[in-house]
């Protein structure tokens, strides 16, 4: 049984950080392209950061670039997203994803808010 489980949000204000992670079980997380969306209220889903393996490659949307850093660890099966010099606009919950064709799998989420 896939399960993503994410952690680490939390209320944090302007310019501070917040680190999540995604605990992965039930396939060969090794191999597997993993990726953090966001979701904002009453906007769409959107894709923040991606990271492959092997190789490692990252990519990011341009809102994040320069201030979030998605990393891995394939021994813990952990997914992380690093997120400095918060912004209000970084409020939304934020979601673990994989795909397995022909499925996609989502973790629960975690509420991040950026306020003073």
């Known amino acids: 049984q896939v399960q993503l489980v994410e952690s680490g949000g939390g209320l944090v204000q302007p310019g501070g950080s917040l680190r999540l992670s995604c605990a992965a079980s039930?396939?060969?997380?090794?191999?597997?392209?993993m990726r953090w969306y966001r979701q904002a209220p009453g906007k769409e889903r959107e894709l923040v950061a991606h990271i492959t393996s092997p190789g490692r490659i990252t990519t990011y949307a341009d809102s994040v670039k320069g201030r979030f850093t998605i990393s891995r660890d394939n021994a813990k099966n952990t997914v992380y997203l690093q997120m400095n010099s918060l912004k209000p606009e970084d409020t939304a919950v934020y979601y673990c994803y994989t795909r397995l064709p022909p499925n996609d799998y989502w973790g629960q989420g975690t509420q991040v808010t950026v306020s003073s």
């Open positions: 039930g396939f060969t997380f090794s191999n597997k392209v």
